[in-house]
């Protein structure tokens, strides 16, 4: 059969950044087709190109042989291109049948609902499964929104479903409902593409597996032919010329945070660690492994709800970033734009603003000098580039943005800095820049957790790295002896075959 | 800030241009009685702008400003037809205004409800209770000094309404722009999240200025019922529409986050200019009103217009 989608040489940049490269993917009606990498590979940029939200910068895609662009998502779905992702996209006060039916502008202006529910039912018993098309759906399972999400894309003829991450949130008996719904599109003719982090999905399901990393291309082959190792080792593999170089530990062996037990429900749990002062103690694994939720634990932002936390010997029940600041602890959030930075506002005073009550003198007069010298000192610390330091942070490169994030939190003189994903989308200059600010502070003395998807970066900076994977710490290395695989195995493995701390 | 600074800029050429055109058309225009009056005639709408400012800067609105005036005026001529002193009802009137304030903070900062919908509720409620205190008929029986303080001169022709507008003015400029609470007020507006992860009092901020904002209005109604010397169920009504007005006309942005207290104070003064030469043209009220509207219009369009200018030019690059 000829392929249905084939995506050729498609390259597509941001900024600077080459999130696709040359890559190409054929797709073939009544096949599952998987697709794997490493965080930030270019999975997520592939599909939003797939899918018309993204127009390539160069390359072809061809449909039936014919090659088409997608100047809108509108242009994808006419293709017979759907996409499901991870949360499900639906109406919650529609019904089921009406979720379905959504999308369909040339039915009748006045509906015939007796026909409307039997149509839905049709579609859905077409997935091999049954669902009442009048129940509202926001009293379904997760599973079932997912469910009713396919059903709309089938409706509209899609003859090509991505699905990205579709078992992430899936208890074991709704993944295997949800195999069953993709194994009956692939009998149905419709080609699939699917996305996931755990590997052992892909033995279970796929026909041909591709792997790409840096936005490149790296293999396709039919699943028979390959190993979870060997996928591991595809998704991983760099340049060694491309690893940063390694420096010694600063960690002075003395205790500043001891974790027990940590727990909160739904989330994480079984979450025990120590942080020595000085030692930098990176948190990896896979986006939803919940590394962030202990890090928002930790500075009061969602506190935990079981579990004790000791700082320098003191037991501690943190339950706002107040109390977590002025129990020296700093937490640099990965959401610059929602969680970071005030991006309207200037440079100094969003450097200043954790630490107002230093600057306000009698009425809460700030002291702007007093402000402007100390953001200026961060400035030629850091080596933040801007025209001056009232320009406001959005018009900054991510980069900058990303120090003066820092700047802020070095303001607040911390014992412990927790870094959540310190370098992401910020170019190699300025990531080398951060990783010296980060062991400088180190050898000052602070206690740094580093919660990092880029495995180059932790395998650099880290004294330890310690493996959360689904909520719970799976495996601790020693950062000199650590390698790409061991920690990308222990990250993507399934539950039962992890043999390490659990 | 840049682009701030130009839009007071800009706002600073139209106020030099009404006054301008203003003068050139009337002989009356520029002179100290009818500066004094055209101030007058608006002083407890700008007075309560000022504060508004804070409240759209954060992030929030305040609708029910126009009837806590009307509460606090309508309890003020109750109480004093009841017989009791006029300096103990001007104290209950304004602690009126404060926990009118109190109250509105209590839903929108401690049940989280939006404020659109509080002083929405509230616009309703302190105005019912306002007609209930004075029903349809007026009261004007206050003493001589409180009908003095609203109509004679304080300071030469200046009466208190004005003194107190322009000592308001200062101190909201200085308080918005030169202080740690100012700083607060513009980063919870810009960005909740940010203020709240660095540890910022985003509750205590927004209830201590809805608590402001009660008791300036409150004053404000006090000052608008010495002026006219006596109350009805309906004073002030709709007032909150033309405060909103000049403050989104100063370039405050109505998602919070941006503006400044001097566009707020030029957009006032512009408004004004305009009402007050547009009546010695003796131009109706009503027409007055609609070429307002058309200036907000406007205000809101031009930096959408200058943007999509700029990203043209951009493209074109």
């Known amino acids: 059969m000829p392929p249905v989608l084939d995506m050729r040489d498609i390259s597509k940049s941001f900024g600077g950044t080459l999130a696709l490269s040359r890559f190409s993917l054929v797709l073939e009606p009544g096949r599952i087709h998987a697709l794997v990498g490493e965080n930030g590979a270019g999975k997520s940029t592939l599909i939003k190109t797939m899918t018309g939200i993204y127009q390539p910068d160069s390359g072809e895609i061809l449909v039936d042989g014919q090659p088409v662009t997608f100047p809108g998502t509108a242009a994808a779905q006419r293709a017979g291109i759907a996409a499901i992702y991870q949360e499900p996209m639906v109406f919650p006060d529609l019904s089921v049948a009406e979720n379905i039916f959504i999308s369909h502008q040339n039915r009748p202006r006045l509906i015939n609902w007796s026909k409307l529910n039997d149509e839905a039912a049709a579609m859905i018993a077409r997935l091999g499964v049954s669902l009442d098309p009048i129940r509202a759906a926001a009293e379904l399972t997760l599973a079932e929104q997912q469910t009713v999400e396919i059903a709309r894309a089938i409706s509209l003829n899609a003859r090509i479903l991505i699905m990205d991450e579709p078992s992430a949130s899936l208890s074991d008996h709704e993944v295997k409902r949800l195999f069953g719904i993709a194994r009956s599109l692939r009998d149905q003719g419709v080609a699939v593409l699917y996305i996931s982090h755990r590997l052992e999905e892909i033995f279970a399901l796929a026909d041909t597996v591709t792997v790409m990393r840096d936005g490149k291309h790296i293999s396709t082959k039919p699943v028979a032919e390959v190993t979870q190792a060997s996928m591991i080792a595809e998704m991983v593999g760099r340049d060694m010329a491309g690893r940063f170089a390694r420096e010694p530990s600063k960690n002075t062996g003395v205790t500043l945070l001891k974790v027990s037990n940590l727990a909160k429900t739904g989330t994480f749990r079984d979450v025990s660690f120590t942080v020595n002062k000085g030692e930098i103690v990176c948190f990896s694994g896979l986006v939803g492994?919940?590394?962030?939720?202990?890090?928002?634990?930790?500075?009061?932002?969602a506190p935990a709800d079981a579990g004790t936390v000791e700082i320098a010997g003191q037991p501690v029940t943190i339950t706002s970033p107040n109390q977590a600041q002025s129990l020296g602890i700093?937490?640099?959030?990965?959401?610059?734009?929602?969680?970071?930075?005030?991006?309207?506002?200037?440079?100094?005073?969003?450097?200043?603003?954790?630490?107002?009550?230093?600057y306000a003198g009698a009425f809460g007069w700030l002291d702007r000098m007093r402000e402007l010298a100390d953001a200026q000192a961060f400035r030629q610390q850091l080596n933040i580039r801007a025209a001056n330091l009232t320009v406001p942070v959005g018009t900054l490169s991510g980069g900058n943005q990303q120090k003066v994030m820092l700047a802020k939190w070095l303001n607040t003189r911390p014992r412990l800095l927790i870094v959540d994903e310190p370098t992401r989308g910020i170019d190699v200059g300025a990531k080398a820049e951060v990783h010296q600010i980060l062991r400088t502070l180190a050898a000052e003395g602070v206690a740094i957790i580093i919660i990092s998807s880029d495995l180059p970066e932790v395998l650099s900076l880290a004294d330890r790295i310690l493996v959360m994977r689904e909520g719970r710490i799976v495996g601790e290395f020693a950062g000199d002896t650590a390698t790409d695989e061991s920690v990308m195995r222990l990250a993507v493995a399934a539950p039962d075959t992890v043999t390490g701390v659990a | 800030m840049t682009a701030l600074r130009s839009w007071e800029g800009l706002l600073f050429a139209v106020l030099i241009l009404i006054y301008a055109v203003n003068a050139w058309n009337s002989p009356v225009f520029l002179t100290v009685g009818n500066q004094i009056n055209m101030f007058q005639l608006s002083v407890e709408k700008i007075i309560v702008a000022l504060v508004m400012t804070f409240v759209i800067i954060n992030g929030e609105i305040d609708l029910s400003i126009a009837s806590v005036m009307g509460l606090a005026a309508c309890a003020f001529g109750w109480m004093v037809q009841q017989g009791a002193p006029a300096g103990g009802a001007v104290a209950i009137a304004l602690a009126i205004g404060f926990?009118?304030?109190?109250?509105?903070?209590?839903?929108?900062?401690?049940?989280?409800?939006?404020?659109?919908?509080?002083?929405?509720?509230?616009?309703?409620?302190?105005?019912?209770?306002?007609?209930?205190?004075?029903?349809?008929?007026?009261?004007?029986?206050?003493?001589?000094?409180?009908?003095?303080?609203?109509?004679?001169g304080l300071i030469g022709p200046v009466p208190l309404a004005m003194v107190l507008f322009a000592v308001f003015a200062v101190l909201?400029?200085?308080?918005?722009?030169?202080?740690?609470?100012?700083?607060?007020?513009?980063?919870?507006?810009?960005?909740?999240?940010?203020?709240?992860?660095?540890?910022?009092?985003?509750?205590?901020?927004?209830?201590?200025?809805?608590?402001?904002?009660?008791?300036?209005?409150?004053?404000?109604?006090?000052?608008?019922?010495?002026?006219?010397?006596?109350?009805?169920?309906?004073?002030?009504?709709?007032?909150?529409?033309?405060?909103?007005?000049?403050?989104?006309?100063?370039?405050?942005?109505?998602?919070?986050?941006?503006?400044?207290?001097?566009?707020?104070?030029?957009?006032?003064?512009i408004v004004l200019a305009l009402r007050n030469g547009m009546a010695l043209e003796n131009i109706t009220g009503h027409i007055q009103t609609g070429v307002l509207g058309i200036l907000l219009i406007l205000s809101v369009m031009v930096p959408i217009i200058r943007e999509t200018g700029t990203r043209l030019i951009a493209r074109v690059r």
Do not use: H
């Open chain 1, 330 to 358: 700093a937490y640099v959030s990965e959401d610059r734009r929602k969680l970071g930075l005030a991006l309207t506002e200037g440079i100094s005073a969003n450097i200043t603003l954790p630490m107002l009550g230093k």
């Open chain 2, 99 to 152: 926990l009118c304030g109190a109250f509105n903070a209590l839903f929108i900062v401690g049940f989280g409800i939006p404020s659109l919908v509080v002083t929405l509720a509230t616009m309703i409620a302190f105005r019912g209770f306002a007609r209930v205190l004075v029903e349809d008929r007026g009261i004007s029986d206050f003493p001589d000094w409180f009908d003095a303080l609203g109509q004679k």
């Open chain 1, 289 to 301: 492994a919940r590394r962030t939720d202990v890090g928002l634990a930790l500075f009061g932002v």
């Open chain 2, 172 to 269: 909201a400029y200085l308080i918005l722009q030169r202080t740690a609470f100012g700083r607060k007020v513009y980063f919870i507006g810009a960005n909740r999240a940010v203020a709240e992860f660095s540890g910022l009092e985003v509750r205590a901020v927004k209830a201590r200025i809805f608590i402001a904002s009660g008791v300036i209005s409150a004053l404000a109604g006090l000052l608008f019922a010495a002026r006219v010397g006596a109350v009805r169920g309906d004073i002030a009504n709709g007032f909150e529409l033309d405060v909103i007005t000049m403050v989104l006309l100063g370039g405050v942005s109505i998602f919070g986050g941006t503006g400044t207290m001097s566009g707020t104070i030029l957009a006032i003064l």
